[in-house]
């Protein structure tokens, strides 16, 4: 019962978690829209207008995923892992398709 709780769960996240990805990702590309094809022949500065749309948008994108893509259970933020029991594990960067949590092992998928 809890592991059918945190598979829904994460994936409703996870689509959440896309579809506010969406218009971060349209702002970025506007932003660099802007700052190639913007007029240069106004008192705007095109250049500094779409260098801050791309950065918020990208401060936007981290804040989104960052606060949304997490396990239901453990409110961890799946991350993938490399490494072995010799190595050690470390964290490579967010899990985007994970089959289950890296830190409490419910399942997500
Ligand atoms: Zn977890």
């Known amino acids: 019962m809890k592991e059918i709780y945190s598979v829904k ?8 978690a896309f579809k506010l990805f969406l218009p971060c990702l349209t702002l970025m590309f506007g932003s660099l829209f802007a700052m190639i094809f913007g007029p240069r022949d106004v008192e705007i500065d095109w250049v500094v207008y779409g260098l801050a749309g791309f950065f918020v948008s990208i401060g936007a994108q981290l804040v989104v995923f960052l606060s949304i893509y997490r396990c239901p259970l453990c409110n961890t933020i799946p991350m993938l ?3 072995s029991i010799l190595t050690g594990s470390y ?5 985007l398709a994970p089959k289950v949590c890296p830190t409490c092992g419910a399942r997500l998928k």
């Open 9 to 16: 769960e994460f994936q409703k996240r996870r689509k959440r």
């Open 81 to 83: 892992t490399e490494g």
């Open 91 to 95: 964290e490579k960067g967010i899990d």
